[in-house]
């Protein structure tokens, strides 16, 4: 049983930055995906990580934008977000799934699987 928590989030203008953190003790062997769900919409993966060779996702959407990463000695993955849109707004979750096939967890991952956080509000405005 793994325990998620995201944090980072807040509020900014278009253009802005801003470093989401998941904190996810004993999460080294699983892939760690970002996620996000905007008012009225489905959720949909941003970016996701393997646990061990690094092999990357992301989105269309973020690509040249988002970076994820993680430090398996802190047991915690990050999203840096750059260059935000307002259609970027939404709440962010962490995920954790025991897996090796990385686009597929981040185009069809449900939230009746592997382990959620409690999602960190990002809010894209001027």
């Known amino acids: 049983q793994l325990t998620l928590a995201e944090s980072g989030g807040g509020s900014v203008q278009p253009g802005g930055s801003l470093r989401l953190s998941c904190a996810a003790p004993g999460s080294n062997y699983y892939a760690i995906g970002w996620f996000r769900q905007a008012p009225g919409k489905d959720r949909e993966g941003v970016a996701c990580?393997?646990?061990?060779?690094?092999?990357?996702y992301y989105a269309d959407s973020v690509k040249g934008r988002f970076t994820i990463s993680r430090d398996n000695a802190k047991s915690t993955a990050y999203l840096q977000m750059n260059n935000l849109h307002i259609e970027d707004t939404g709440t962010y979750y962490c995920?954790?799934?025991?897996?090796?096939?990385?686009?597929?967890?981040?185009?069809?991952?449900?939230?009746?699987?592997?382990?959620w956080g409690q999602g960190t509000q990002v809010a894209v405005s001027s």
């Open positions: 995920a954790a799934l025991s897996t090796n096939t990385i686009r597929a967890m981040c185009k069809t991952m449900s939230e009746r699987i592997g382990f």
């Open positions: 990580i393997s646990s061990v060779d690094g092999e990357i």
